[in-house]
């Protein structure tokens, strides 16, 4: 098992920065094997990739929302950490960590169980 | 940009019945990087099948995938009552380098 756990403030004001981190238990995050992504979903609605990081800390975002994310390793603590600037009402949503597994063709084989950030004055 | 779409957007069954969904690409996608997930309500989503055809660790053989290029299934042979539940199809590679289909319900008729 590889339990994946998102944590960070669940509402965040309009402009601010939402800033989450997902610590994973079992494998080093710094094992070469595994991208390490981001995954948000506004309620009612479908799945939206944001991000991921890989062992050494090289980064891809969703062109979409490149401009506003960061996303950072922290190896001593097993946890990766997203940031997202500049959020709006549209970025409402339950944001999931999740793992990719290359031997799953990068499919999303461990997830978070999510966590609800809310956009709101 | 890749755009995958899904059909029918809800499909409405009884248990023991066979679900067939459909997963469309606007180009063509890789079969090994092909995948499908199953939400339940409340819950994040569980990796299917991965490589367009192959089950994830622990999936039942009711369910299986098949494909190539722009057009794949989800098939589930016999509708138990655990799989009432949201199903996405997932592409790796092409710009935004992840993408995932507005999914496909199955609910209970």
């Known amino acids: 098992q590889v339990p994946l756990q998102e944590s960070g403030p669940g509402l965040v004001k309009p402009s601010q920065t939402l800033s989450l981190t997902c610590t994973v238990s079992?494998?080093?995050?710094?094992?070469?094997?595994?991208?390490w992504s981001w995954i948000r979903q506004p309620p009612g609605k479908g799945l939206e990739w944001i991000g991921y990081i890989d062992h050494s800390g090289g980064t891809y975002s969703n062109p979409s929302l490149k401009s506003r994310v960061t996303i950072s390793l922290d190896t001593p603590k097993n946890q990766f950490s997203l940031k997202l600037n500049s959020v709006t009402a549209a970025d409402t949503a339950v944001y999931y960590c999740?793992?990719?597994?290359?031997?799953f063709g990068e499919g999303f084989d461990y997830w978070g169980q999510g966590t609800l950030v809310t956009v709101s004055s | 940009e890749i755009v995958l779409t899904q059909s029918p957007g809800t499909l409405s069954l009884s248990p023991g019945e066979r679900a067939t969904l459909s997963c469309r690409a606007s180009q063509s996608v890789s079969s090994t990087y092909l995948a499908w997930y199953q939400q339940q309500p409340g819950q994040a989503p569980r990796l299917l099948i991965y490589?367009?055809?192959s089950r994830a660790t622990g999936i039942p053989d009711r369910f299986s995938g098949s494909g190539s290029g722009t057009d794949f299934t989800l098939t589930i042979s016999r509708l138990e009552p655990e799989d009432f539940a949201v199903y996405y199809c997932?592409?790796?590679?092409?710009?935004?380098?992840?993408?995932f289909g507005p999914g496909t319900k199955v609910d209970i008729k």
């Open positions: 999740a793992r990719n597994n290359a031997f």
């Open positions: 490589g367009t055809s």
């Open positions: 079992g494998p080093s995050i710094s094992r070469g094997d595994y991208y």
């Open positions: 997932q592409q790796y590679g092409s710009s935004p380098l992840f993408t």
